[in-house]
């Protein structure tokens, strides 16, 4: 994946993620904590796909 898409997929998760954060009902504190352990997922990808193109802009 491209730093782009990580991006745009960590965008939508953490929309997810304080959505579910946000609501009252006790099923969504589950899907709170699924969406953040998606997001901490995408962070070493990120961070490599960056310094990649980082590396190749050169």
Known sequence: M???EL???MVRLF???T???NSKFKKDAAAAR???SA???????YNQASVAEGKSAR
């Open 39 to 45: 997001l901490k997922k995408l962070v070493t990808p």
């Open 15 to 17: 929309g997810e993620f």
């Open 7 to 9: 991006y745009e997929e």
């Open 2 to 4: 491209s730093k782009q």
């Open 34 to 36: 699924k969406a953040a």
């Open 19 to 21: 959505a579910a954060h």
